[in-house]
């Protein structure tokens, strides 16, 4: 059974920071690209970052640059969104998603991702 399942979001001031992980199981991590997303109320999924497995090359969205850092570690077969400087507007659910599409990677796409996490909510208070 394929699971990603995200952990470390909750409550945080703004200002602040988190750190997301997303732990993987049930498919060949190393070959899959691992992206982070995010949904606010109201609004369409959107990318943040990308990681490939190979090299841990790194891919972001041009808004998530600067602020957010993805990393992994393939022994343990988790993925990490490391975000700072949070803002209000963060305030979203966070979603890691697993695919071998190395374009939608590089874009940071949801089209060409084969497994999501059920999310977690990152509150950013004011």
């Known amino acids: 059974q394929v699971l990603l399942v995200e952990s470390g979001g909750g409550l945080v001031q703004s200002g602040g920071s988190l750190r997301l992980s997303c732990a993987a199981s049930?498919?060949?991590?190393?070959?899959?690209?691992i992206a982070w997303f995010r949904q606010a109320p109201g609004e369409e999924r959107e990318g943040i970052a990308c990681?490939?497995?190979?090299?841990?090359?790194?891919y972001y969205t041009d808004s998530m640059k600067g602020r957010f850092t993805i990393s992994r570690d393939n022994a343990n077969k988790t993925v990490y969104l490391q975000m700072n400087s949070l803002k209000p507007a963060d305030t979203a659910v966070y979603y890691c998603?697993?695919?071998?599409?190395?374009?939608?990677?590089?874009?940071?796409?949801?089209?060409?991702?084969?497994?999501w996490g059920k999310g977690i909510l990152v509150t950013v208070s004011s």
């Open positions: 990681i490939r497995s190979r090299d841990s090359s790194t």
């Open positions: 049930g498919f060949t991590f190393d070959d899959h690209y």
């Open positions: 998603a697993g695919g071998i599409s190395f374009i939608s990677c590089v874009r940071v796409n949801t089209a060409g991702m084969d497994y």
